[in-house]
């Protein structure tokens, strides 16, 4: 099995910051994409941040300048950094994971942790 846990959220002041960290354990052959989407109450999913295996990021124009993701391939983990934090980005934060379990079928698996809570508040 796999399982993907962060951590990190909490209760920020605006213009503060955090730091978003996920692991991702369990069987695992390779993590190609990982991401960090977020769903603040009443609307959908969106995606905050991408990094691909080899390094490279993308951003949701909100967040552009102010966030940065990054991961350690030999962990297994991503983090996104938040700095100068808004009452926007208050939201559940979920961290996902593109991952092949096995080596001998290439199959690439949706995963998905249990979320944290980034509430942004004075």
């Known amino acids: 099995q796999v399982r993907l846990v962060e951590s990190g959220g909490g209760l920020v002041q605006p213009g503060g910051s955090l730091r978003l960290s996920c692991a991702a354990s369990?069987?695992?052959?390779?993590?190609?994409?990982m991401a960090w989407y977020r769903q603040a109450p009443g609307k959908q999913r969106e995606l905050v941040a991408v990094i691909t295996s080899g390094g490279t990021t993308n951003y949701v124009n909100s967040v552009k300048g102010r966030c940065t993701i990054s991961r350690d391939n030999a962990k297994n983990t991503v983090s996104l950094q938040m700095n100068s934090l808004k009452p926007e980005d208050t939201a559940v934060y979920y961290c996902?994971?593109?991952?092949?379990?096995?080596?001998?079928?290439?199959?690439?698996?949706?995963?998905w942790g249990q979320g944290t809570q980034v509430t942004v508040s004075s």
């Open positions: 996902h994971a593109d991952i092949v379990r096995s080596r001998w079928d290439g199959v690439i698996g949706d995963y």
């Open positions: 369990g069987s695992i052959f390779r993590i190609d994409n």
